[in-house]
């Protein structure tokens, strides 16, 4: 299982630098700098602030995404409602 997750980790890390390198668009990294070799680890403390709870069977964020958070869903080719929707398998 740990290989698992170092393999989506690595994939999202490559998966980011890919598309800012190619587009020339920068993420936000440490301390508010921009770079254009965002690693995993900056993304995932982007998304610590990040509450998803349920009422009723219905996801719902705490509170609204930030640019910074929309910035890195995008270069990593994710809709932001992924954390709201819920796809049922079979």
Request: charged share 20%; aromatic share 10%.
């Amino acid at each position: 299982m740990l290989i698992v997750a170092l393999l989506l980790w690595r994939l999202m890390e490559r998966s980011m630098r890919k598309k800012t390198s190619e587009e020339k668009i920068p993420l936000q990294g440490w301390n508010n700098g921009n770079t254009l070799k965002a690693t995993s680890f900056m993304m995932v403390s982007k998304f610590s602030p990040v509450f998803v709870g349920v009422r009723d069977g219905q996801r719902f964020l705490f509170s609204s995404l930030n640019q910074v958070q929309l910035d890195y869903l995008s270069a990593l080719g994710v809709h932001p409602d992924v954390f709201t929707r819920c796809i049922r398998a079979g």
